[in-house]
């Protein structure tokens, strides 16, 4: 069985578009979690690649988030 790894994504705006749809094109990622300082842009993000945590606080993000990985996309 191969493992699926957790990823959250700093930064929502044009590069982190750019990382979900890498990400969601591989079947050993999953995406989980959505941070970017602006609500909007991290809220619009998860609606279009299906994340289902959003955050406005990276650290948050990161306390209460399982990651196995992070893309930092400011």
């Known amino acids: 069985m191969s493992q699926t790894y957790r990823v959250g994504i700093i930064g929502c705006g044009?590069?982190?578009k750019s990382h979900a749809?890498?990400?969601?094109?591989?079947?050993?990622?999953?995406?989980v979690a959505a941070m970017d300082i602006r609500p909007?842009?991290?809220?619009?993000?998860?609606?279009?690649?299906?994340?289902?945590a959003v955050y406005t606080d990276y650290n948050e993000m990161l306390k209460k988030?399982?990651?196995?990985?992070?893309?930092?996309?400011t």
């Open 14 to 16: 044009g590069m982190g």
């Open 21 to 31: 749809s890498t990400y969601t094109q591989n079947p050993a990622t999953r995406l």
């Open 40 to 52: 909007e842009s991290a809220k619009k993000l998860a609606e279009e690649f299906s994340i289902p």
């Open 65 to 73: 988030e399982d990651l196995d990985m992070v893309s930092i996309s």
